[in-house]
């Protein structure tokens, strides 16, 4: 899809806008809904499309819309920054060691480790369409990742953070995010191990 972008921008209309970097699926710069969908543009394949029938290629939604299929990503990176999204200790390793941590460990916030900041799944959030003041589940899963590090020392802040009612209390569980997820993180079940453990107090 995105090669079908760059011949219309190139060969047709070259003012059409959108963003794109890698075109590998890794920098998620490409974003956009395709046929009602959330995809990545380089990660979908026209085969897989019914050609049949027109492709229609908008803009992703609840971010305002700058020009074509280009949208303001400022609201989602707001968010992101909000939870906090860095390892935070209260003690230095020895010089010239590294933070040691188990595999163990390491395995529980693995999948969460893989995000890329598309914003696919957070603009197919229907509660964040509609409400601006929503983390939405990119932050949380970016949260998710620290707040289950054994390295880090601010999980308990995090989980303040989210425990406010535009955190994870305003998930619906639509999956809607997982479905979206271009690297297949298990989005909604990361935002119902952070509610379980602000329930449980970590």
Known sequence: MLDALHKIKWEVDGSLSFR??????????DAMRINGRNRLACKTLIKDLDISQ????EAIKGL???????VDMEPFFASYREVK????????????KERVQSIVNREIFDDTTKCILCAAC????????TDGQYFGPAAIVNAHRFIFDSRDD????????LNDKEGVWRCRTTFNCTDACPRGIQVTQAIAEVKQAILRGK
């Open 20 to 29: 794109r970097s890698c075109a590998h699926g890794i920098c998620g710069s």
């Open 54 to 57: 027109p492709i229609y290629v």
């Open 64 to 70: 305002p819309l700058e020009k074509d299929l280009i």
């Open 85 to 96: 999204p860095f390892l935070i200790s209260a003690t230095e390793p020895e010089p010239g």
């Open 122 to 129: 957070t603009s197919s959030c229907p509660v964040f369409w």
């Open 154 to 161: 601010a999980g308990d802040v995090r989980l303040d953070i």
